[in-house]
């Protein structure tokens, strides 16, 4: 029996050695190694395929066409206002996205003050942007007119306006129902950037 006890005693103090130096090497090589900050991750998000059908409503001085994942509403906020009857929003559900479409005719207020308020408005965003860049286009309609990348964690980075100078203008601006952050809203940003440009590329006066 005594010769039971000292076996036990002595396969305890052995393994309480085994046991300290194991949890010793494990502190040792945790204190030398590098910590590595992995980046912050977002959610993937499945983009459809581009495709698109035409809007062209009775009345309406415009015709372009616009995704078939996407829906067109006309803006609430304008009913009552008899100098806005075909501003609408083209509302993207699964994004949480809407390019808001406002449209004047020229006739009724002069071409240099539609282009200065598409300006100002546009730059009003330059205290939360890190950079706002226009650039003109032209399409094969003949319909001519100015894109905006505002870069940053702005309201909005894809903005444009476009006119035939003498009797039409229509102004586009991408906005999301999220607090703004760039990182996060690029690639959604750079997807619908794409329906955008085939929106103004198809866009026809009436």
């Known amino acids: 029996m005594l010769i039971e006890l000292k076996t036990m005693k002595a396969f305890k103090k052995r393994y309480w050695i085994i046991y300290g130096s194991f949890i010793f090497s494990l502190m040792m090589l945790s204190c030398n190694s590098e910590y590595t900050i992995k980046p ?15 809007f062209e409503q ?3 001085p415009y015709t372009f066409e616009y995704p078939v994942y996407a829906s067109i509403m006309r803006d609430s906020t304008m009913f009552s206002d008899n100098d806005t009857p075909f501003w609408i929003n083209i509302d993207f559900p699964n994004f949480g996205g809407k390019i ?11 071409i240099s003050k539609l282009v200065n308020d598409a300006f100002t408005m546009t730059y009003k965003h330059s205290t939360k942007a890190t950079e706002i860049n226009d650039s003109m286009m032209r399409t094969a309609n003949g319909i001519s007119g100015v894109w905006f990348n505002v870069g940053g964690n702005a309201a909005t980075a894809k903005q ?18 999220t607090t703004p952050n760039e990182d996060s809203l690029r690639i959604v940003n750079d997807f619908l950037q794409a329906d955008m440009k085939h929106l103004i590329n198809t866009l026809k006066w009436k």
Do not use: C
């Open 40 to 54: 912050k991750g977002y959610y993937r998000i499945d983009f459809p395929k581009h495709e698109y059908k035409l």
């Open 58 to 60: 009775p009345g309406y």
């Open 100 to 110: 808001y479409i406002s449209y004047k005719q020229v006739g009724n207020t002069d």
């Open 160 to 177: 444009f306006y476009v006119t035939d100078s003498t009797n039409h203008f229509l102004r586009g601006a991408l906005y999301f129902d």
